[in-house]
């Protein structure tokens, strides 16, 4: 491999290496799940991230079709009319990451190939043409100039075949037979292609010595020697530095299923001494896109816990993948699994979820952890944090500024050095807390059980019981200034002090389900959100309230508001909520996780946190439409989390646990996001000129263009988010695009013609 391409890998390898897997979730749910009624036996991903499915399962037709994740939803690719419509199960699907490839049956012994491009299906011309009888594909592959390569039982006088639709001709083209002497009974169960477009069939396929992977490097079929004599190669894969892996039914020396690598003169167990040993056999592996960074595999070997799982190998030993946070622990074998351009893994199988329905199931990426534990002298479990003194100071800024937090048994501890120390104040009540709020430095509230208010005036050196005038439990509180504050609880209770909390009067919702946050942009209009979806507005400062249309059904547990007009809500299933009208209409936006969410904060109109279950902490940096991630390097449940400057905030939960950052969770070697989202390019493929789009309006930028050796051919300074480019002296052929700036790395492909 090329010196230069080396380079190029190394940089990718790197930023995906800043990442680890945080947990498997469905992907999609509710309305946005895919519900399939049967099994699914491939999946794949495209270019731009999204996601598709193929199998036994049927739509409301009966018909069998290619499904498609947009990022959003589930649906059909192509509608009725221009959809896939199979009688039988579509056993094999794959991407050249622009174009969708099925195996597609004609009966049950006779297939064909069908692509989906743009808008609608078509079927490529059948293999007979080329002189194959009754063939019957079962795999298939792309290379990175985006032909096409098909195996299975395709048979000819010459014995098994390996066909090429050559995306230059637009024709078949039958490769010759490898003449192994038993070449009759040949079957190709997997096919894979490198970088330097050599390809690789295997399956039950035979040489002298047993079962074989072969090669063809353009001119000829080689063989890799035998694997084993005792099972077949079900999977193959490459890595970025000309490995070959393999794996299937057969067993090594102690009756264990393994990977297998070929390391250019030999197979050997990957791992060696720290092998994988699995229990059962392994049906799909794969590695991260372009060969880089940790291999998968998965099938149907099992856990000590009797499930079946996806095992990674991170180039050091073997492990359960995100068996630290969300396990996938699912019930049936794992039949297929891909990972996309910004190293999320999915796998799919004969499993199915709690309604019964066959899914496809997503680990996501994390950047490595920048969230810092804190000393905490207690174990109790905290509700709320706040400092009233927020400001935009730097990091030694924020080591002197003030803070609270509150939460179970009357527990509320103070900072006053930015969350190094903590010490306990003595609020004077066992009943838990739920919030606590400072309009002021010495002037704070906060509210729970029982309809507890608390209020200090010394920065919490004493604190005093307030007359709530009710029992019903408070969940929130929030100040508009010194003087006019709110609270929210059960019961649709809210109550008002305009007085400093001296008197609290409860005001009029309409409302009967619990209230759990309460937010005010400005003196007049207040929000309030809560169980079943609930939320309501107030423009009277509190004397009517009136309920808005949610469109979820989920519970609400934080609202935040960056205008009268722009605001976020989250809760349960990992529901994201944004309005930019005042809530007049609320969207609901895609999170990567399907754990409940209970807390929101948003440092500027792009730059937002939501923290919820099993520590999870999300990011996002275009206003909530895309949102990824973060390792906050806990598994306790985390209730609430508050930022005192663009980059350092806080979050609390479980166990007296209390995480803090400066760097707004980023790490500290990579100041690239995790936006490492493909690069939009249009036309594709094109023969004069492409548009490139970035994820974002950079501030600066890079944009280079490199062959597939890695070679860069010109790079140029961008701007602006479009930049149009003349390609028509590029020769014929395929082109890689990378973006880089102080805050993302984006990367794509293109056909020039």
Known sequence: MKKHLLLFVFVLVSISAMAQAFGWTELGSGNNALK??????????????????????????????????????????????????????????????????????????????????????????????????????????????????????????????????????????????????????????????????????????????????????GIKWDSLDSISTNGYVFSLCTGALGEVYAAGNFINAFGKNYVAVWDGTKWGQLGGSNGFNANGNIFSICTAALGMGNLYAA??????????????????????LGSGYNPLNVNGNIYSICTDATGNVYAAGSFNDSSGYYYVAKC?????????????????????????????????????????????????????????????????TLKSLYSVYFPSANDGYAVGESGTILKTTNGGENWAVQNSGTNTQLNSVYFTDTVTGYAAGDGGTILKTTDCGMNWTSQITGASNSL??????????????????????????????????????????????????????????????????????????????????????FTDVD??????????????????????????????????????????????????????????????????????????????PSYDKI?????????KGQLSILNLNGQELFKLQITKQKTVIDIKRLLNGVYLVKFTNERSFQVGKFYKH
Not at 178 to 195: E, F
Not at 299 to 320: L, P
Not at 516 to 522: E, K, L, R, V
């Open 36 to 217: 399939a009624n049967g099994t699914i036996r491939s999946i794949c991903t495209d270019a731009s991230g999204e996601v598709y499915a193929a199998g036994d399962f049927t739509n409301a037709s009966g018909k069998h079709y290619v499904a498609k994740w947009d990022g959003i939803r589930w649906s059909e690719l192509g509608n009725y009319d221009n959809g896939l419509n199979e009688n039988y199960p579509i056993p094999n699907i794959c991407s050249d990451g622009f174009n969708i490839y099925a195996v597609s049956s004609l009966n049950d012994s006779v297939n064909y190939v069908a692509k989906y491009f743009s808008v609608s299906w078509e079927r490529l011309p059948s293999l007979t043409g080329i002189g194959l009888y009754n063939p019957k594909v079962l795999s298939l592959c792309t290379d990175i100039s985006g032909n096409l390569y098909a195996g299975g039982i395709l048979d000819d006088s010459t014995g098994n075949r390996i066909a090429k639709w050559d995306w230059a001709t637009q024709s078949w083209i039958k490769l010759p037979a490898y003449d192994n002497g038993h070449h009759d009974n040949a079957i190709t169960y997997s096919l894979c292609t490198d970088l330097s477009e050599d390809v690789y069939a295997a399956g039950d396929i035979l040489d002298p010595l047993g079962y074989t992977v072969i090669k063809w490097d």
């Open 299 to 320: 099938g149907g070997f099992t856990n000590i816990s009797g499930f079946q799982y996806v095992a990674k190998w991170d180039g050091m030993g073997w492990s359960e």
């Open 364 to 428: 996501a990426k994390i950047d490595q952890v920048k969230w810092i534990r804190l000393n905490m002298n207690t174990t109790v479990k905290l509700q709320s944090v706040h400092f009233p003194n927020s400001n935009t100071g730097g990091v030694a800024v924020q080591r002197g500024i003030t803070g609270y937090a509150a939460g179970a048994g009357g527990t509320i501890q103070k900072t006053t050095n930015g969350g190094t120390n903590w010490t306990s104040q003595s609020s004077g």
């Open 516 to 601: 759990y946050s309460i937010y005010f942009p400005n003196a007049n209009d207040g929000y309030v959100v809560g169980k079943s979806g609930s939320i309501l507005k107030t423009t009277d400062c509190g004397i009517t309230w009136l309920a808005q249309a949610s469109g979820t059904i989920n519970a609400l547990h934080s609202v935040k508001f960056l205008d009268p007009n722009m605001g976020f809500a989250v809760g349960d299933s990992g529901t994201i909520l944004k309005t930019t009208d005042g809530g007049t209409t609320w969207m609901a936006h895609n999170a990567v996780i399907s754990e409940f969410l209970s807390s929101v904060y």
């Open 607 to 684: 730059t937002g946190y939501a923290a919820g279950a099993n520590g999870a902490i999300l990011k996002t940096t275009n206003g909530g439409t895309i949102w990824a991630v973060q390792n906050s390097g806990t598994s306790q449940n985390l209730s609430s989390i508050y930022f005192t400057a663009p980059n350092a905030g806080y979050a609390v939960g479980d166990s007296g646990t209390i995480i803090s950052t400066t760097t707004g969770g980023i790490g500290g070697i990579n100041n690239l996001s995790s936006k490492n989202m493909p690069l939009k390019i249009y036309p594709n």
């Open 691 to 699: 548009t490139i789009e970035t994820y974002e309006i950079p501030t």
